[in-house]
């Protein structure tokens, strides 16, 4: 199924929720660290008005984005289940333009060849995904199955475990944009890798979430430690 094109509110919330964490790298390297500067003790001269007030004012606002990296935070960990869902969602569109989009290919390829994976939850995602029209699913399951099969089993040259030989022998077939395994190849299915690619995806997003939230706890921590600082040092004078 492919990702519809109208957005629903709920997907609107999880982008929002997305956008939001992904501006927590740039946001704490120029104001976390650009707060700190300013709250040093040169700018607590009495004769530096000025630009005392404006590490003041640097100060509020560093506590706006503060604030906003936590609500991205909790949009995201709120909508994480629909935000896995719009994932395999787009998964699976990938897989309808496969054969006929080089994107979507390239994007396959390179994903199942480096995670050693293939389809969405199983190698089975690929079974009539490949075909543009009805004509050419009857004209490729002639080709392909002349003992009267009725399901074609095709997958990627990409799904292949490494250096097995019929991913590089005769039992390839060019269709489009790729090449394709043909289905006395997969007889044996232990030539291709059956797992999905979806739980390597998934894997890799919650570590690049967790890593950038990880990140944004120790830099909002530096910047509260700054402030206890400032604190200090001004009840001091």
Same mark, same amino acid.
């Given at each position: ?28 390297? %120029? ?5 700190? #500067? +300013?709250?040093? *003790? /040169?700018?607590?001269?009495? =004769? &530096? ?17 503060? %604030? ?5 935070? #909790? +949009?995201?960990? *709120? /909508?994480?289940?629909?935000? =896995? &869902? ?24 390179? #994903? ?126």
């Amino acid at each position: 199924m492919l990702v519809s094109g109208g957005a629903t509110a709920t997907k609107q919330l999880w982008l929002l929720g997305l956008r939001l964490l992904q501006l927590v790298d740039v946001q704490a390297v %120029l104001l976390h660290g650009s707060s700190i #500067l +300013l709250s040093n *003790r /040169f700018f607590h001269d009495p =004769y &530096s008005r000025h630009l005392n007030g404006m590490s003041h004012l640097w100060s509020v606002l560093t506590c706006c984005c503060m %604030l906003t990296n936590l609500l991205a935070m #909790l +949009l995201f960990f *709120r /909508f994480i289940s629909i935000t =896995y &869902s719009t994932v395999q969602d787009s998964l699976y569109g990938g897989l309808e333009m496969y054969q006929f989009d080089s994107v979507w290919s390239d994007f396959w390829n390179n #994903l199942q060849t480096h995670s050693q994976c293939c389809g969405v939850q199983n190698h089975t995602d690929w079974t009539g995904m490949l075909w543009e029209t009805p004509e050419k699913e009857d004209q490729f399951r002639r080709l392909l199955l002349p003992d009267g099969g009725q399901t074609p089993a095709l997958v990627p040259i990409s799904c292949c475990r490494k250096q097995h030989h019929h991913c590089t022998g005769e039992e390839r077939i060019n269709l489009g944009v790729t090449e394709l395994l043909r289905t006395a190849a997969l007889h044996g299915t232990s030539i291709i890798n059956h797992t999905g690619c979806f739980a390597s995806v998934q894997n890799s997003l919650a570590s690049t979430v967790r890593l950038i939230s990880t990140l944004d706890v120790i830099l909002c921590s530096m910047q509260v430690s700054g402030f206890k600082c400032k604190r200090s040092s001004t009840i001091a004078a």
